[in-house]
């Protein structure tokens, strides 16, 4: 018999105490049947990517075979869903086969999801449909490209077994890559337990792992804190600047890392209104567009009040220490969004006129209802219209004339800075997209594979958008907002 193939994993999180997981093996499937493999991050994680596309590598990213060296898991974690507590998640469908270490020195965890029932499941099958995994592949590696921190997609395949839904769907597995797993809610869980030794071993954890900056400060505990918040306030501020709605904020959906995790209901949105909810079961619009930076500050508060018995020995001082790291996150938010929104505009000094400055602009397009990528798009090409490769995006859109009076405003601010438009044009095609993941086209894609077994509109749209900031004329399809009747106007969390 030949030698079980290994990968090179190492698996810190397994090593932790009994009372943070359950081990676990995946459910084998009927069928698999490959989907996608992403090259370039099997590269960077050590793994070669065409034995990933072999007959073993499919049956391993479909959860039928083990490598030597995985330690399968699904880890235990509580939380706020829509701010109710629920003292009991965990990996209902996932689980950590184990951790590796990249070309980078970073450590990364490597998770089946859809791979079958756990301890977790409550009342579910463990299993994940085609169309939520194709979901999560595109827009998880297109957030990716677009510099924002985020879980990765590694792998997809059929199981070649149907799961219920709304009647019977396609079942799949997304292998699954991100830094760690740990959320706000497995903070939660042991606080909530009053396990305080399991929460030290928790901090301890996520310090090295994540910042072990903070092992050196007078207060460890909280210099974690502090990074956490100062590292969702980058990221929330990075979702606003793509007109990016999360769309289930929960705490079990924020992870320490400071990564985008839990791509089920979310979507981007065409039109600007800051009100725009696309999740069906977000009925009073808790996660709407607009709320997403006071939801993160809040769930924030969650951690710190889980960190609150390890903050300090006196509980006033750790009530304080908590309250000051979590206040923080206001000024934090706003100063990425600013800089990130003056990148967008071209600019690189700040002014006191900034806040009116850009809040006149969202108000126009609110008011004329303009897509919000395309409007940031439009603007890079007027910074030197003369530059602006084959015209632009002008062929497919136009900004209306009621933005005259603000354009004449900003063209003064480009004009007072001392880099030339050319080199203003190149920064902002750099950071305002052409293309994003809009609903219509992922659902285009997710319709042709589960209806007509073709993936080739899947992988299509996976590869222009792993290009998003050069506009073709020849892809314009993929840069305009949805025809009234393309228009998607809920999407669901798929599980
Ligand atoms: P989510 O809405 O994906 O954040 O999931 C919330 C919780 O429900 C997590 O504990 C999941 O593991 C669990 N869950 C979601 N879908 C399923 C499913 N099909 N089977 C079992 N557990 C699930
Ligand atoms: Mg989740």
New binding site residues.
């Given amino acids: 018999m030949s030698p079980k193939p290994s990968l090179p994993f190492d698996n810190s999180y397994a090593r932790l105490p009994q009372r943070f997981y359950t081990r676990q093996l995946p459910d084998p499937v009927s069928s698999p049947g490959l989907i996608r493999v992403n090259h370039a991050l099997a590269g960077h994680l050590g793994i070669e990517p065409n034995w990933l596309e072999s007959k073993t590598g499919v049956e391993f990213i479909a959860g039928n075979f083990i490598p030597g060296g995985a330690d399968p898991i699904a880890t235990v974690?509580a939380?706020h869903?829509f701010g109710g507590w629920n003292p009991q998640?965990?990996?209902?469908?996932?689980i950590l086969l184990g951790e590796m270490i990249a070309a980078d020195g970073v450590r990364y965890d490597i998770q089946l999801k859809?791979s079958g029932?756990?301890p977790?499941?409550?009342?579910?099958?463990?299993?994940?449909p085609l169309g939520p995994v194709l979901r999560e592949y595109i827009i998880s590696e297109a957030m990716a490209v677009l510099g924002v921190p985020t879980t990765r997609a590694l792998a997809a395949a059929t199981t070649g077994d149907e799961?219920m839904r709304d009647g019977q769907v396609p079942g799949a597995v997304l292998t699954r890559v991100a830094q760690s797993h740990i959320r706000i809610g497995t903070f939660q869980f042991f606080a909530a337990k009053k396990d305080y030794d399991a929460l030290k071993i928790l901090v301890d954890h996520v310090i090295q792992r994540h910042y072990p900056e903070a092992a050196q400060a007078d207060n460890p505990v909280r210099a974690m804190l502090d990074g956490v918040v100062a590292r969702q306030a980058s990221l929330i501020a990075q979702w606003q600047l793509l007109g990016f709605i999360h769309g289930?904020m929960?705490t079990?959906?924020m992870l320490l890392s400071g990564e985008t995790i839990?791509y089920?209901p979310c979507a981007f949105m065409d039109e600007f209104d800051p009100g725009t909810v696309f999740s069906s079961i977000d009925h009073g619009g808790r996660y709407a567009y607009r709320n997403q930076p006071p939801i993160a500050h809040w769930n924030l508060s969650m951690l710190a009040q889980a960190l609150l018995p390890l903050l300090d020995g006196d509980e006033e001082k750790a009530r304080a220490s908590g309250q000051a790291a979590i206040d923080a996150f206001p000024d934090l938010y706003m100063a990425a969004y600013q800089n990130g929104m003056r990148k967008k505009l071209g600019l690189t000094q700040s002014d006191a006129d900034d806040a009116v400055f850009m809040q006149d602009l969202l108000t126009l397009m609110q008011e004329e209802k303009t897509d919000f990528t395309l409007t940031f798009r439009r603007l890079s090409d007027l910074a030197d219209p003369e530059k602006a490769p084959g015209g632009g995006v002008g062929s497919v859109f136009e900004l209306p004339e009621t933005f005259a009076p603000w354009l004449d405003r900003w063209r003064t601010r480009l004009a007072s800075e001392s880099h030339d438009a050319s080199e203003q044009q190149k920064g902002m095609y750099a950071v305002n997209p052409a293309y994003i993941a809009r609903n219509h086209l992922v659902e285009e894609a997710i319709d042709a594979a589960v209806n007509q077994q073709d993936f080739e509109p899947f992988h299509t749209l996976v590869d222009i958008l792993a290009q998003p900031f050069e506009f073709k004329d020849a892809q314009a399809r993929y840069a305009i907002p949805p025809r009234p009747e393309q228009v998607v106007k809920q999407t669901f969390?798929?599980?």
Avoid: E, F, I
């Fill in positions: 974690y939380g869903q998640l965990g990996d209902g469908r996932a859809g029932r756990t977790y499941s409550r009342g579910g099958d463990g299993r994940a799961v289930v929960n079990d959906n839990d089920g969390c798929g599980t």
